[in-house]
């Protein structure tokens, strides 16, 4: 069956601009996670969202990012006046629960620049 | 939230068993420990969890000591598709916390 697909694959944008990141989860996955992985590091946790609702926004960095999702599925990250320290691969990760034992299925990514 | 220590890189030859170590001296008892590698320009990948016991599948062991400080990953026979980073993470669902806390990982080189 499908995985976890994501879009754009590659985003290069100007600082300041805003940007919107989209996961597509695996089907019936209730749980879904985003991540953000600077070059040579290891993965940040952003927020996770248990259907539409987001329990743990405590990884966002910032106010200037933002995420939703809808009819528990489709979730958008959206950076707005981005800066170049936010360049970095975004990862999304879904699973069938949040429980501990429920394995994160991961997206490819999504490399954003900030130029 | 409780941490863990891996080497920065190893090495293995093909077709020898590799054996990952993790420390994880300040689990709770509520920490599962799991085992994730990415490799080249993906996204993350499950290889293994486990609690207490040490656990088998398809894909690699786990081996978890007696006070559960410590656990290894072990790739009987490693193969070139097995060179990734390897990430040893605790997992805890205290109230709404269903996060994992990633450290930098351990780059498993694999020689023909």
């Known amino acids: 069956g499908a995985g976890v697909s994501q879009s754009p694959s590659n985003k290069v944008t100007e600082k300041g601009k805003d940007v919107e990141l989209r996961c597509d989860p695996i089907s019936g996955h209730t749980a879904l996670y985003w991540y953000r992985q600077s070059l040579g590091q290891g993965l940040e946790f952003l927020i996770y969202f248990q259907g539409n609702s987001a329990p743990d926004k405590s990884g966002l960095p910032s106010d200037r990012f933002s995420a939703e999702r809808t009819g528990g599925s489709v979730s958008t990250l959206t950076i707005q006046r981005t800066q170049q320290e936010d360049s970095a691969v975004y990862l999304c990760?879904?699973?069938?629960?949040?429980?501990?034992?429920?394995?994160?299925?991961f997206g490819p990514g999504t490399r954003l620049t900030v130029t | 939230d409780a941490k863990t220590t891996q080497p920065n890189s190893m090495e293995s030859n093909e077709e020898e068993p590799v054996h990952l170590p993790c420390n994880h001296s300040?689990?709770?008892?509520?920490?599962?420990i799991h085992w994730y590698r990415q490799l080249p320009s993906q996204g993350p990948e499950y290889v293994i969890h486990g609690l207490t016991s040490n656990v088998n599948n398809r894909m690699a062991s786990l081996a978890i000591a007696e006070d559960r400080k410590s656990s290894t990953l072990i790739l009987h026979r490693a193969t070139l598709r097995d060179a990734a980073v390897y990430y040893c993470?605790?997992?805890?669902?205290?109230?709404?916390?269903?996060?994992?806390?990633w450290g930098l990982g351990t780059s498993l080189a694999v020689n023909p």
């Open positions: 300040t689990i709770s008892g509520t920490d599962y």
């Open positions: 993470i605790l997992r805890a669902d205290a109230g709404n916390n269903r996060k994992l806390i």
């Open positions: 990760a879904s699973s069938l629960l949040a429980g501990m034992l429920y394995e994160q299925y």
